[in-house]
């Protein structure tokens, strides 16, 4: 090779170098403004929740900020816990505990148990469940509760109310002239309050079963929490006529939801094509319709439709986008009326402490029997009423 060549293949290779090293530097801050960015949004309330969601395998729920205690209010969809998964005691057995007291056969062991998880004596008698165990409690109530499952979320209430915004109306949105006056619109956003109710649940049983029996601690626990958590379905669906102030309000409490009526018998799905149409002409994409919440009834009888052909026995199958929607059957929901929504825009909200009371005095006397009074205090609210549709009057055969 001639001394020329030499020097040329230099030269190229001393450009290309430079060329690259620029590249890299421009990408390098590309990513310098990127990383920034990520971390002024981690400051923000929420954000960091959000940025966790894309790079954590076990992400963390939503927060929003009580802007009255400014704490943050973590936002629990089904899949998350409030409680941290560990050694906590079950409820059952905590429950056991206390119908017992001194007269289990771990009587010291329990009361050990109760004293390290902050169960504590009330002053009417009972016990307030707070901290881990009391997480726990709700995190077995949400599991069962349809509404959950749905796709509510979960707010736990550090006080008796809590302020959260609503959607009363979609923005309006124009296009705009130089110099032109801005079209005036009505307010976008409304606020409501979740203000906790209190649901009460009282199971007797005698002392020899709370002594003598195997498997008292998970019928204990069993037995209330699924009480509890159908009826707080019920009210979150049915809502109030009458008492508005002793239970919360539910769907079907809501002014602007949207509504498919008169119905009559099923003898296709065209009832639940017609509503998620009402959603999506609300701006709720079907993909965002979480399920259809209904009573067994409708369950029945749409899985004896057939075709309709003359001798033809073939159960009647579902549009495609009708069948891509859960379908929970409850009987917390009323007989003639099934509900279709994006469900996150149902909040749940939940007080942290639960308290439970043994009722030992009123019936031990007479037939040795006593009773674990359990309460809670809930609420429900939506964020934006146009993301319901109840599908009403149901008949069946």
Request: charged residues 25%.
């Amino acid at each position: 090779m001639e001394l020329q060549d030499i020097k040329t293949a230099v030269d190229e290779y001393h450009s290309e170098t430079k060329n690259s090293v620029e590249i890299l530097k421009k990408e390098n801050k590309t990513l310098s403004a990127e990383v920034g960015e990520l971390m002024k949004q981690a400051n923000r309330p929420g954000m960091l929740d959000s940025i966790r969601a894309h790079t954590d395998p076990e992400t963390k729920p939503e927060t929003w900020i009580n802007t009255q205690t400014k704490q943050a209010v973590p936002v629990l969809t089904h899949d998350k816990r409030l409680s941290r998964p560990g050694h906590t005691p079950s409820m059952g057995r905590i429950l056991r505990g206390i119908a017992l007291g001194g007269r289990a056969d771990d009587a010291d062991e329990l009361a050990e148990e109760r004293k390290s998880l902050s169960i504590n004596p009330d002053p009417s008698g009972g016990y307030t469940v707070s901290g881990a165990l009391s997480n726990e409690w709700i995190d077995v109530l949400r599991a069962q509760m349809v509404l959950s499952q749905a796709g509510a979320r979960t707010v736990p209430m550090d006080t008796a109310e809590l302020r959260i915004a609503k959607v009363t109306a979609d923005p309006e949105v124009h296009w705009h002239a130089e110099n032109a006056s801005l079209e005036s619109s009505d307010p976008t956003f409304g606020a409501v309050n979740l203000s906790a109710k209190t649901i009460v649940c009282l199971v007797r049983l005698s002392l020899e079963l709370s002594q003598d029996s195997a498997n008292i601690e998970e019928i204990l626990e069993r037995t209330i929490t699924s009480a509890m958590a159908s009826e707080i379905d019920r009210a979150g669906l049915n809502g109030v006529t009458e008492d508005a102030a002793l239970a919360p309000g539910g769907v079907l409490n809501l002014t602007d939801r949207n509504s498919v009526t008169s119905i009559g018998t099923p003898t296709n799905w065209d009832f639940l094509i017609d509503g998620m149409y009402e959603l999506s002409a609300d701006n709720v994409a079907l993909s965002d319709i979480g399920a259809l919440i209904a009573h067994p009834k409708l369950w029945k009888n749409q899985a004896k439709l057939k075709t309709g052909i003359t001798n033809d026995e073939t159960t009647l199958v579902a549009p495609v986008d009708a069948q891509n929607i859960p379908k929970l059957w409850t009987t917390s929901a009323p007989e003639g009326t099934g509900i279709i929504a994006d469900w996150r825009d149902l909040v749940f909200g939940v007080r942290n402490n639960i308290t439970v009371r043994v009722l030992s005095e009123s019936f031990m006397g007479s037939n040795l029997q006593m009773a674990v009074l359990a309460y809670s205090r809930v609420d429900f609210a939506s964020v934006r009423d146009q993301s319901f549709c109840t599908l009403e009057g149901l008949t069946y055969t």
